[in-house]
């Protein structure tokens, strides 16, 4: 079992920056792949960014790439996204993820966390 919990939501200006944080914990959780989902009220979960275990690669979705950064501390076992330049587009639910294969959409994931708002004013 892998716990995973999220924190550095937050109500934020239309340009802004925030930074998520996502602590994990259990059984060897920095050997997992991990990602960041989000999901708007009355739409779908969505891909937003992942990274594999070891840190080597990243991948971004396309509607955040160059404005967002996904990185880990595998010492700390902590799981970072990093947004800037924010639109209200971006307000959402965002959750982390962890899974043993390569996360690219939902059904990737093994464990989720509990989720952290963000809202970006226009």
């Known amino acids: 079992q892998v716990q995973l919990v999220e924190s550095g939501g937050g109500l934020v200006q239309t340009g802004g920056s925030l930074r998520l944080s996502c602590a994990a914990s259990?059984?060897?959780?920095?050997?997992?792949?991990m990602g960041w989902f989000r999901q708007a009220p009355g739409k779908e979960r969505e891909f937003v960014a992942r990274?594999?275990?070891?840190?080597?690669?990243?991948y971004l979705a396309d509607s955040v790439k160059g404005r967002f950064t996904i990185s880990r501390d595998n010492a700390k076992n902590i799981l970072y996204l990093q947004m800037n330049s924010l639109k209200p587009e971006d307000t959402a639910v965002y959750y982390c993820?962890?899974?043993?294969?390569?996360?690219?959409?939902?059904?990737?994931?093994?464990?989720w966390g509990q989720g952290t708002q963000v809202t970006v004013s226009s």
């Open positions: 993820a962890a899974g043993t294969v390569v996360i690219d959409r939902a059904r990737s994931v093994d464990y």
């Open positions: 259990g059984r060897t959780s920095s050997r997992y792949h």
């Open positions: 990274i594999s275990w070891s840190a080597s690669s990243a």
